[in-house]
């Protein structure tokens, strides 16, 4: 059973041409209750994946998300027996692009750029303050698919990255390696920090005042993970106070950040609304992982890209 709120009619056209099955597609949540009680797989974006959907699916054997994070099906959870899948690496092309860009950004002054463009001033006061990745070191927090391609992305540039993940095993796109209990260690070091981590009970709050104040005063934050890894108030005053140079967001706590938020006044922060995963190629993406799941489905083969809840 498919529900989805973007990319429904590539997705459902990939699956019924794999064939083995019927595809039950939901319209809205009504129609997606009423079919999960015959299905045996439900394919759907996380933030749609609720307790109803969890009880009235009887017969279900996989949940296959139509997103990277699972923060939902974390909490809601599935029946056991039930294996969970996510949508792998399709989505890490254009968030790694994002976070990057922001970064870049930041460093180059753009957001005293454009400030300056309109009050129409050509003012360079600001260039001997801009850098770049090349010689920094970059400390990405969480160094799943996103965060490698982060790391491919940045060592490009010339900078040295440093992984900060729950083991601190070694990888190849690393030039080290931590366990998030050496964070403390690790920010002051740091030149710029990029969170790409799932939001769990250990990550929410992970940054808060003690640890923006243990950066760099022109270090920069970017967070393309959730809006709840970072304190927002606190981020707002680090800014505000010029305890780290600049952020760059894609995500807020709470989400639409509310107008009077103290965020929305930070000075040089760049902030989107939660777009970093758009991209014009992102629903075929994601149609061949899921489209190569479901022939693994049928054919009692593991999938990939399973996820564990607990």
């Known amino acids: 059973m498919l529900w989805a709120t973007f990319g429904k009619a590539d997705l459902a056209a990939r699956l019924k041409a794999i064939g083995g099955g019927e595809v039950a597609v939901a319209d809205d949540a009504a129609g997606a209750l009423n079919a999960l009680p015959d299905a045996e797989a439900l394919l759907c974006q996380d933030f749609l994946y609720t307790p109803q959907l969890k009880d009235a699916g009887k017969r279900l054997k996989w949940v296959q998300l139509l997103t990277a994070g699972y923060d939902h099906a974390k909490r809601v959870g599935v029946a056991p027996g039930v294996t969970v899948t996510n949508a792998g690496d399709a989505f890490a092309p254009s968030v790694a692009a994002h976070a990057v860009a922001l970064l870049l950004a930041l ?3 753009l957001p005293t750029v454009l400030a300056n463009q309109a009050r129409r001033a050509w003012d360079r006061s600001h260039a001997q303050r801009v850098t770049t990745p090349a010689g920094q070191t970059i400390a990405i927090i969480g160094f799943g698919g ?3 391609e982060i790391a491919r992305l940045l060592r490009g540039f010339g900078a040295r990255i440093v992984a900060v993940t729950r083991s601190g095993r070694p990888h190849a796109l690393a030039d080290e390696s931590h366990p ?10 740091a030149d710029a920090v990029m969170l790409a981590l799932s939001l769990d009970g250990s990550s929410r709050g992970l940054i808060g005042a003690r640890e923006l ?11 393309i993970a959730r809006g709840a890894v970072v304190d927002p108030v606190a981020l707002a ?3 505000g106070k010029g305890i780290i140079a600049g952020a760059g967001l894609d995500v807020a706590d709470p989400e639409p950040l509310p107008p009077e938020h103290p965020l929305w006044r930070a000075p040089n922060l760049i902030l989107t ?7 014009a190629t992102l629903d075929g993406r994601i149609a061949d992982v899921v489209g190569g799941n479901l022939q693994r489905f049928l054919a009692g083969q593991p999938l990939q890209h399973v996820v564990a809840l607990q």
Do not use: E, F
């Not at 998030?180 to 070091?189: F, S």
């Not at 104040?213 to 967070?223: D, E, F, R």
């Not at 609304?273 to 991209?279: D, R, T």
């Open 107 to 109: 460093q180059r002054g």
């Open 146 to 148: 996103i965060g490698r």
């Open 180 to 189: 998030v209990a050496d964070l403390a260690a690790v920010l002051p070091r």
């Open 213 to 223: 104040g243990l950066c760099k005063p022109t270090a920069m934050l970017v967070n």
């Open 237 to 239: 005053d680090a800014l």
């Open 273 to 279: 609304p939660h777009y970093a995963g758009a991209c």
